[in-house]
Nanobody, 118 residues
């Protein structure tokens, strides 16, 4: 199971940092792709960012590029999403994901709510 944390309320222009790890500190294998997706009220779930665990390659949605940074701490088997310059349109439930290929998650965490006030 994937456990996400760090959501909350932020003002426009503010920052939040999301974290995600496997329950029980389970190891994330180098072949994994860890990521973040989000779903805003009344909208479909969308891709936000992903990272290839082994090589560290990162991928971002155009809407967050330059504002969000995905990173990993291999020793802790955790992935983070640093969100800066937040906008009201970033308001959504953010889901941590794990898969074997880019843009193809196999597992989803429970989600953490991010609310950006205007």
């Amino acid at each position: 199971q994937l456990q996400a944390s760090g959501g909350g309320l932020a003002a426009t222009g503010g920052s939040l940092r999301l974290s995600c790890g496997a329950s029980g500190g389970a190891r994330i294998f180098s072949s994994a792709v860890m990521g973040w997706y989000r779903q805003a009220p009344g909208k479909e779930r969308e891709f936000v960012a992903e990272i290839r665990w082994g090589v560290g390659s990162t991928y971002y949605a155009d809407s967050v590029k330059g504002r969000f940074t995905i990173s990993k701490v291999s020793a802790e088997n955790t992935v983070h999403l640093q969100m800066n310059s937040l906008k009201p349109e970033d308001t959504a439930v953010y889901y941590c994901t794990r898969g074997r290929q880019i843009r193809s998650p196999d597992y989803w965490g429970q989600g953490t709510l991010v609310t950006v006030s205007s």
